[in-house]
């Protein structure tokens, strides 16, 4: 359509600036602030998709589990057992509201992103998703979720085990829509969500784990790279875990060994985050060797020793670990890092293991030509906005015509339900708004550690304002040599 009016711009690989499609890789670490490693002391830990990464096989496990749960406990109709995992139906940081039982994809500003709203396994039309939410495609503060992700009205899935339950949500709700069968969708999401705590807290995740490690668990050599370098370095480790300890101890000794306690200089388990991070009630206890719990008042932390329950003031009266000296690691935004960063001033690092497929996309020559491409023509529409003769206004609807068809293609290169996690159309999504608010830098795994120096500072791409100039080199040169290491240690992927 362009091309016909503007026969010398053509849509070719000759609009993509040179090197785009070069700049990223799956194990660059990503800076949202300055972070010096020099200053960095103390690395701590969360365990779960931090230590030990799972396998997709994990997701179709909790799925299937919870479903028969809802189906044998709550006594939902068997047919819904004829539904399968869906693999990529759903993905991290979606909303979900409990009381339409709509699943969608909210920006940074709390809008409804079109075309990303869906029931059950069904799109909704962008009419009737207006009429929803009277008139507009806006998610006012008060029903929207809290600083938790837990609002009283819309629920914010923001870790990875979150999964299997959105898709478990979406075939719930399906079942009952397609047969025409009245439900509230209020009892469906609590009848879900204790389905699928019902996996963890019986401890079926647990004992699948545990029962073949190597087919759950994946690159456990690349963790154990990562803690015998700090150490050798003379940094000191922590690990902090809601998961158990017979659990995360035969996970550690799977891929460190069974020596894995000396890397540690404190070991918690049990812990209960988020509130491990914001009470001060429950006091640390110490496990024998047997995993009981010992009655003695903790005074000091022993390494090689196992702790359970505590908080962070006593863990911080008992460390003396403040400030930016400590980087901790985590996979939830919530639960690991805010109240780190807010409160306290540790640095953090999210670890987002869907950074190496949206990299993946990003870096090939299609996406890097519909963004071109994109943006180009929303250039041209913004000028040509100001001329209303007729002809201008036939040429203005085509192009915003061809625009929607740029989006709807680009956003189906990551998701074709849902896009990509970290934008909708333009604006960052509402989970990539907290991943810059809650993390000082982040990565795909804990092992892109291994491509940089432990002296090395990581600068964050400096990009401008919307009332500035993009006229900086800054946009070209800073974070995008982000793997000095990468070469010599891909001998260890």
């Not at 057992?81 to 709390?110: C, E, V, W």
């Not at 008060?142 to 819309?154: I, M, R």
Request: net charge negative.
């Amino acid at each position: 359509r362009l091309s016909s009016l503007f026969p010398s711009v053509l849509p070719g690989s000759d609009l993509i600036p040179p090197g785009a499609c070069n700049l990223l890789n799956s194990s660059t670490i990503y800076a949202n602030n300055e972070v010096n490693l020099a200053e960095v002391d103390i690395y701590g830990f969360d365990y779960d998709y931090t230590l030990a990464l799972y396998s997709n096989a994990l997701n179709t496990m909790i799925y299937n589990t919870a479903r028969s749960f809802l189906i044998e406990h709550f006594k939902y109709p068997e047919e819904i057992s004829k539904y399968d995992y869906i693999p990529n139906f759903a993905a991290r940081g979606l909303h979900y509201d409990i009381q339409k039982g709509l699943l969608m994809k909210i920006d940074a500003f709390h809008y409804i992103q079109p075309g990303t709203v869906y029931r059950g396994l069904s799109p909704v039309p962008d009419e009737e998703v207006l009429e929803f939410f009277g008139g507009t495609y806006h998610v006012p503060l008060q029903q929207d979720s809290g600083f938790y992700g837990k609002g009283p009205k819309v629920k914010q899935f923001m870790d990875i085990f979150s999964i299997p339950e959105m898709t478990l949500l979406a075939v719930a709700n399906d079942f009952f829509i397609t047969n025409d069968i009245e439900y509230d969708p209020v009892h469906l999401f609590k009848d879900v969500s204790e389905a699928i705590g019902m996996v963890h807290l019986k401890g079926y995740m647990y004992k699948w784990v545990m029962q073949d490690l190597d087919k759950f668990i994946l690159r456990g050599d690349e963790t154990e790279a990562v803690l015998n370098r700090l150490v050798n370095q003379g940094k000191k480790l922590f690990l902090i875990t809601n998961s158990p300890f017979s659990f995360v101890d035969k996970g550690m000794i799977h891929m460190v060994g069974k020596n894995w306690r000396d890397f540690f200089d404190v070991i918690i388990v049990g812990a209960d985050k988020p509130h491990f991070f914001t009470d001060c009630i429950k006091p640390f206890r110490l496990l024998d060797g047997n995993g009981d719990l010992r009655w003695e008042k903790i005074k000091n932390f022993e390494k090689g020793k196992i702790y359970k329950q505590g908080n962070l003031f006593d863990f911080l009266r008992l460390t003396g670990w403040r400030g930016s000296k400590v980087l901790y690691f985590g996979d939830h935004l919530y639960s690991d890092l805010a109240d780190l960063m807010l409160r306290h001033g540790w640095r953090t690092a999210a670890i987002v293991p869907e950074l190496e497929q949206e990299t993946k996309v990003v870096s090939t020559d299609r996406y890097a030509l519909n963004l071109t491409w994109l943006q180009a023509l929303t250039g041209l529409m913004e000028r040509l906005q100001t001329h209303r003769d007729q002809d201008s206004k036939q040429v203005f609807q085509e192009w915003q015509k061809e625009r929607e068809e740029l989006r709807v293609m680009t956003k189906n290169l990551f998701n074709p339900q849902f896009g990509s996690i970290f934008r909708t159309c333009h604006n960052p999504t509402y989970f990539s708004r907290r991943l810059c608010r809650f993390s000082d830098i982040y990565m795909a795994s804990l092992s892109c550690l291994l491509n940089y120096d432990v002296l090395h500072t990581f600068f964050p791409r400096r990009t401008p304002l919307q009332h500035e100039a993009p006229l900086w080199m800054d946009q070209l040169c800073t974070g995008c040599i982000k793997t000095p290491f990468l070469e010599e240690m891909s001998h260890i992927r």
